[in-house]
T-cell receptor, first 113, second 112 residues
Framework: GENVEQHPSTLSVQEGDSAVIKCTYSDSASNYFPWYKQELGKGPQLIIDIRSNVGEKKDQRIAVTLNKTAKHFSLHITETQPEDSAVYFCAASPSSNTGKLIFGQGTTLQVKP | SQTIHQWPATLVQPVGSPLSLECTVEGTSNPNLYWYRQAAGRGLQLLFYSVGIGQISSEVPQNLSASRPQDRQFILSSKKLLLSDSGFYLC???????????FGNGTRLTVT
């Protein structure tokens, strides 16, 4: 079945710097790749997603890139702020067409003021 | 707009006691529904998903079961809790395939 690997597990940056989180997936038939942000004690919230017919998508300070050939996708956060500190999860939709998502293990991002 | 409700927010239960966690979705019909578990410092593990009333698929063998008695209601149950059942349980809904999951705020379960 689908497997998603996420790196790094923890990331610490200075406020204003950029942060990059990378994920690889195993199912070449996957077509949908969302990213979630989870704050302490809350459920994950969707922040951006990308589909396989697009190589890059941007929303203000957040961007996601997808390389289908290499089966990896990345989250880029520019001009980081302390409120960006959270756990970030990547996910991929397996080819089973059930709507379920397979998640990476998460990255704890700390933005130091 | 659509909303998802999970309760309770926290729960402490002794080993061997039963469990019932409830999740309801408003503002949509015939959604896909999911139960995920998140162990401390770990990722999200899919436990069950449902594409319709009475239709439940289990992803991993375990001490838990799920039911969908109504279109927008999803229940996670156990007859006898184990210590290893402790964790953060998240309910989610989505439209059909290749669409975002929308999560509730979770239930923190501690089995003592």
């Amino acid at each position: 079945g689908e497997n998603v690997e996420q790196h790094p597990s923890t990331l610490s940056v200075q406020e204003g710097d950029s942060a990059v989180i990378k994920c690889t997936y195993s199912d070449s038939a996957s077509n949908y790749f969302p990213w979630y942000k989870q704050e302490l004690g809350k459920g994950p919230q969707l922040i951006i997603d990308i589909r396989s017919n697009v190589g890059e998508k941007k929303d203000q300070r957040i961007a996601v890139t997808l390389n289908k050939t290499a089966k990896h996708f990345s989250l880029h956060i520019t001009e980081t702020q302390p409120e960006d500190s959270a756990v970030y999860f990547c996910a991929a939709s397996p080819s089973s067409n059930t709507g379920k998502l397979i998640f990476g293990q998460g990255t704890t991002l700390q933005v130091k003021p | 707009s659509q909303t998802i409700h999970q309760w309770p927010a926290t729960l402490v239960q002794p080993v061997g006691s039963p469990l019932s966690l409830e999740c309801t979705v408003e503002g949509t019909s015939n959604p896909n529904l999911y139960w995920y578990r998140q162990a401390a410092g770990r990722g999200l593990q899919l436990l069950f998903y449902s594409v319709g009333i009475g239709q439940i698929s289990s992803e991993v063998p375990q001490n838990l079961s799920a039911s969908r008695p109504q279109d927008r209601q999803f229940i996670l149950s156990s007859k006898k809790l184990l210590l290893s059942d402790s964790g953060f349980y998240l309910c989610a809904w989505s439209w059909k395939s290749e669409s975002p999951l929308h999560f509730g705020n979770g239930t923190r379960l501690t089995v003592t």
